[in-house]
């Protein structure tokens, strides 16, 4: 079992940054990557970035050099920043992390967790 909880969303006028954070809890031990979603107005969940414990990160073509994922330790928690915010990235941005726990049979099994989500409003 692992919480995540978003913070750090906002309105913000266009042009201006923010920068959301992620804090996982609960069975960290078994997490390979921690990231974000997000949900516009109008579209389906998108993937925005990830981060692997090993440090690989991954952005979506969408993102175009505006969006920044970072963490020294992707166990624990991970950060998006967003800079030059436009009227479109206005949506509930989701934290997403994926692990690997052993079953009864000693096999390890994937699981994918969410968190609550936090708004980000790009309004002038």
């Known amino acids: 079992q692992v919480q995540l909880v978003e913070s750090g969303g906002g309105l913000v006028q266009p042009g201006e940054s923010l920068k959301l954070s992620c804090t996982a809890s609960?069975?960290?031990?078994?997490?390979?990557?921690m990231g974000w979603y997000r949900q516009v107005s109008g579209k389906q969940r998108e993937f925005v970035a990830s981060?692997?414990?090993?440090?690989?990160?991954q952005y979506a073509d969408s993102v175009n050099g505006r969006f920044t994922i970072s963490g020294d330790n992707p166990k624990s928690a991970v950060y998006l920043q967003i800079d030059n915010l436009k009227s479109e990235d206005t949506g509930v941005y989701y934290c997403?992390?994926?692990?690997?726990?052993?079953?009864?049979?000693?096999?390890?099994?994937?699981?994918?967790?969410w968190g609550q989500g936090t708004q980000v409003t790009v309004s002038s």
């Open positions: 997403h992390a994926g692990a690997t726990y052993a079953n009864d049979d000693g096999v390890e099994q994937m699981y994918d967790f």
């Open positions: 609960g069975s960290v031990f078994g997490l390979y990557f």
């Open positions: 981060i692997m414990t090993t440090g690989k990160i």
